[in-house]
């Protein structure tokens, strides 16, 4: 009987003949020499990021990687190039600076050469937007593997039919943050460059690889899009309730804006960006980009449990022997996140698609104790509080410091508009009348004193809020209007105490309130000088009344 051999299969990697069945060229982009790897599986992007990366994987299974230097945006440093098809529709100033194309075809081939001297390149095409009519195809193309495993998460993942025909992308992304800018590039002001150029439909990182770059890249891309179509794009959680009903929540960090549209009660359509169209509101993403510090199962425990096999964790501590990773731990950077696809949440709605909201919530963190816990906003209040983007920062934050500091982001999320603030404020105005959505104010910070003096909503007060926005039980409430904000406030809610409701009660200093609620007031209106050119007088004169 002659003996059975059995071979042992060769490892695809063991063998340099082999041409992995994701191979992709890239020569059109003038990238010949590295293997290119299209839309690798998530066991795949473990695998090169343990291996070419310094990549680990968490006792939760999910993949841990750090951004390096860079733990955060670089908004200073974005560029938008000045070309003849977009100039007169670009909000030019601080927040959308000027690059020639010169200088853009010079960070461009930076960024080719470095990626050309990579072993391994990754590309992930997907689709950003989950309206079919208002979606765009996006290629991201980049050598971390975690960087493509984020924006697989990030993006809307195609089906393998979707991704068969998925022919040219409208927008690329080319990624070599490894890589710093050149500084003797006219424009470039430091080693990080992130620059967008809407005639070639291209966006070049150098000098950052912190990955939420790539991520309000294609947020960026899409804000001057979807307007331009007619449609709005906003920064804001959407959330749907069992009846249908959709809302949105907009609102700057810290102020409730993930926490309160993460309601058991209802599905979430999305938590940071969305557009709003013809056929409603959609999700612009495929995945969430949460924050993780002191993260807990108890305190947030949706977020908690989708961390797991698939899901990137950025700039986490753990324990070396364990794995167990240590939220509490900010040696590295504050801005711990964690990446996972929107399917990871239980109640999530999916397709990530709603309605016409129904209710629309401006979430603000007042650290001075004057805004009301709620306010009912008109159409025109609705603009100049959308435009202002208020919440406050607390004081003790910097040595000598006492009292709490105003910050205003236009729209909510001005380091991603293109067009001015106005052109986004009449789109909403426009969409609210058209579908009689009703806009509200919430205040989730202080009470009965300023920062130090008074004391921060509950939860459970501003869930009471929200709660009575939904079931309409507010519409019925007597109002009163607010004295210096003019915004008409409900006397009555339902689990919130009454004293609550209007500010000056909650005050045992009556002069103290006045002052500190005319210095709120006067900071609106200062900060409101810079839109009104662009700003209708009605808009103008539904902000608060000073003197």
């Known amino acids: 009987m002659s003996a059975v051999t059995t071979q042992k299969p060769v490892p695809p990697a063991a063998s340099k003949k082999i041409q992995p069945a994701n191979a992709f060229d890239l020569s059109a982009y003038g990238i010949t020499k590295p293997l290119v790897l299209r839309n ?52 030019w100033g601080d927040v959308n600076i000027p690059l020639s194309p010169e200088s853009f075809d010079k960070n461009r081939s930076m960024a080719i050469d470095f990626l050309n001297a990579q072993d391994v390149v990754h590309v992930v095409d997907g689709y950003a937007g989950w309206s079919p009519e208002e979606r765009i195809k996006v290629r991201i193309i980049c050598s971390r593997p975690y960087h493509a495993l984020f924006m697989h998460n990030m993006l809307i993942r195609p089906t393998a039919e979707e991704l068969a025909d998925y022919g040219e992308p409208d927008f690329v992304v080319l990624n070599a943050g490894q890589c710093p800018a050149d500084t ?14 809407f ?10 690889e912190y990955a939420g770059e790539i991520k309000k890249g294609v947020f960026t891309i899409m804000n001057y899009l979807l307007p331009k179509r007619g449609v709005l794009s906003m920064h804001c ?43 409603g509101v959609f999700n612009i993403e495929g995945g969430c980009y949460a924050k993780c510090i002191n993260l807990s199962p108890e305190g947030e425990p949706e977020i908690y449990h989708a961390i797991r096999f698939g899901t990137v964790l950025e700039n986490t501590v753990q324990d070396p022997v364990t794995r167990d990773v240590d939220y509490s ?7 711990t996140r964690a990446s996972y696809p929107i399917e990871f949440i239980p109640h999530a709605e999916i397709p990530c698609v709603g309605d016409h909201p129904r209710d629309i919530v401006f979430l603000t963190c007042d650290a001075f104790g004057v805004l009301p816990p709620v306010s009912l906003l008109t159409p025109e209040q609705a603009m100049y509080h959308f435009i202002s983007g208020y919440t406050a920062k607390v004081a003790g934050t910097e040595v000598g410091v006492t009292e709490p500091s105003a910050t205003f982001s236009a729209c909510f999320g001005a380091p991603f508009l293109v067009w001015h603030p106005a052109k986004y404020a009449e789109l909403l105005a ?3 009348r058209q579908h009689g959505s009703r806009a509200y104010l919430v205040n989730t910070g202080w009470s009965g004193g300023a920062y130090g003096t008074g004391e921060r909503m509950s939860l459970k007060v501003t869930r009471a809020i929200i709660d009575a926005i939904h079931d309409e039980r507010l519409l019925k409430a007597e109002t009163a209007s607010d004295e210096f904000f003019g915004l008409k406030v409900p006397r ?15 005050w045992a200093d009556k002069a103290a309130y006045e002052k500190t609620a005319r210095k709120l007031a006067g900071l609106f209106v200062e ?20 003197g």
């Open 329 to 335: 731990d900010v040696s590295l950077t504050q801005n």
């Open 184 to 197: 003797s590039v006219e424009g470039v002001e430091n080693e990080t460059s992130v620059a967008l150029n």
């Open 430 to 432: 426009g969409m609210m």
């Open 40 to 91: 690798a599986s998530v066991a795949e992007l473990y695998e090169h990021g343990i291996q070419r990366d310094h990549s680990q994987i968490a006792s939760s299974g999910a993949l841990v990687a750090y951004s390096g230097e860079k733990t955060g945006r670089s908004p200073k440093d974005k560029r938008v190039v000045r070309e003849p098809g977009s100039e007169q529709d670009v909000w």
């Open 199 to 208: 005639a070639t439909g291209e966006f070049v990182i150098l000098g950052s």
């Open 237 to 279: 959680s959407a959330n749907v309730d069992s009846e249908g009903h959709a809302a949105l929540f907009f609102g700057l960090s810290g102020t409730g804006k993930t926490t309160l549209s993460a309601d058991p009660k209802t599905n979430l359509i999305g938590d940071d960006e969305h557009g709003w169209g013809p056929n």
């Open 527 to 546: 900060n409101f000088k810079k839109y009104e050119a662009d700003t209708s007088a009605e808009v103008k004169a539904a902000g608060p009344r000073v």
């Open 492 to 506: 009555r809610c339902p689990h919130v105490p009454s004293e609550l409701l209007l500010p000056e009660n909650a």
